[in-house]
């Protein structure tokens, strides 16, 4: 939570959702935050501030929430990021252990980080597939680093394959 750019009843209503968030699980945050901000519960500074709270807390955030309504909350909040790292300026590759046909949200720029992913679902028996492709800025709808695997939230119809 930034103090500088919430008014206390921001404030007060982000630590509402934050603590909702956390009490109902790992699976639960995404649609709380979603109904909040739906119900006028919470303004869009709110919810930019908590999205990437409510993304990193899920194990499978697209489970939890559509892959239409993740793209709608983050065309709201604009790029986020949950260190200090600005939005890039050109162009970044990225890998994806990639399971179905409906390419997901979460990259990252780490080859190894995705190779990782992709021997995972395949232990659970999951048709994996390595994506390697490149995103620019306009396409990098966050970065995360709370979890160290380097990710990159990518809109699904923003990025290109690399072949070769």
């Known amino acids: 939570m930034d103090p500088k750019n919430l008014n206390l009843t921001d404030a007060r209503n982000e630590a509402v959702v934050m603590l909702q968030m956390i009490h109902a699980g790992r699976g639960l945050g995404p649609s709380i935050l979603s109904d909040a901000f739906e119900a006028g519960d919470i303004s869009a500074r709110v919810l930019r501030n908590l999205i990437l709270p409510a993304w990193c807390g899920a194990e499978w955030p697209l489970r939890f929430l559509p892959r239409k309504k993740w793209l709608e909350l983050f065309g709201i909040t604009g790029f986020v990021s949950d260190s200090e790292r600005a939005a890039p300026h050109g162009e970044v590759e990225v890998w994806r252990a990639q399971v179905g046909r409906t390419v997901g949200l979460a990259w990252s ?56």
Request: proline residues 5%.
């Open 109 to 164: 720029t780490d080859f190894e980080m995705a190779r990782w992913f992709h021997r995972r679902n395949r232990h659970f028996g999951m048709a994996s597939r390595l994506l390697h492709g490149c995103v620019g800025p306009a396409g990098v709808l966050a970065l995360v680093d709370a979890r160290k695997e380097s990710e990159v939230l990518v809109h699904p119809r923003r990025w290109r394959p690399v072949t070769g």
